[in-house]
T-cell receptor, first 111, second 113 residues
Framework: DADVTQTPRNRITKTGKRIMLECSQTKGHDRMYWYRQDPGLGLRLIYYSFDVKDINKGEISDGYSVSRQAQAKFSLSLESAIPNQTALYFC??????????FGNGTRLTVT | GEDVEQSLFLSVREGDSSVINCTYTDSSSTYLYWYKQEPGAGLQLLTYIFSNMDMKQDQRLTVLLNKKDKHLSLRIADTQTGDSAIYFCAAGRGSSNTGKLIFGQGTTLQVKP
């Protein structure tokens, strides 16, 4: 679904590298989220933002940072990647009245 | 902390009904969701139910909610091979629609021809 676009789709990086995952949306939603999916654990919330000047930590924010560059853009950074950050990362949006709408995910492998 | 639990695997024959079960612990959750994930794809919202409802039906999908037992189920009638996917149950944290969801581990549905 092109409404929420995540780039890159796949990324392999080495331990200690800084990496940024990007998310952009055309839905006009104010709220944006980053979730992480691990096999057998479901999805867990990393960070969320209700508008451009609002950034909040989720349940697993350690080792991550985010930037809300515009209403439509929300990026996730790993300052110094480690192997246990290997996962599938999802960006999602909402207008506060509707369920979350997810992008297609970024598969990140840290070697 | 709050939790959502699902069984990990379900196998059914094409044409049968599938029932995927979920339990949650946050009694204040107002919004409860079912998402579907096909291989290599993101999460697709299937349906959701408000906590003041017991049942919601949408074509082949029926959601049942037992708020007393904090139990949610998704029934797929006349299951097709295209229904093979991972199904996630999710509960909204608290009573407001903040988008902060607690997800279950996901149930892999295998549909045999």
């Amino acid at each position: 679904d092109a409404d929420v676009t995540q780039t890159p789709r796949n990324r392999i990086t080495k331990t200690g590298k800084r990496i940024m995952l990007e998310c952009s949306q055309t839905k006009g939603h104010d709220r944006m989220y980053w979730y992480r999916q691990d096999p057998g654990l479901g999805l867990r919330l990393i960070y969320y933002s209700f508008d451009v000047k609002d950034i909040n930590k989720g349940e697993i924010s350690d080792g991550y940072s985010v930037s809300r560059q515009a209403q439509a853009k929300f990026s996730l950074s790993l300052e110094s990647a480690i192997p246990n950050q290997t996962a599938l990362y999802f960006c999602a949006t909402s207008d506060g009245n509707s369920p979350l709408h997810f992008g297609n995910g970024t598969r990140l492998t840290v070697t | 902390g709050e939790d959502v639990e699902q069984s990990l695997f379900l196998s059914v024959r094409e044409g049968d009904s599938s029932v995927i079960n979920c339990t949650y612990t946050d009694s204040s959750s107002t919004y409860l969701y079912w998402y579907k994930q096909e291989p290599g794809a993101g999460l697709q919202l299937l349906t959701y139910i408000f906590s003041n409802m017991d049942m919601k039906q949408d074509q082949r999908l029926t959601v049942l909610l037992n708020k007393k037992d904090k139990h949610l189920s998704l029934r797929i009638a006349d299951t097709q091979t295209g229904d093979s996917a991972i199904y996630f149950c999710a509960a909204g944290r608290g009573s407001s629609n903040t988008g902060k969801l607690i997800f279950g581990q996901g149930t892999t549905l295998q549909v045999k021809p």
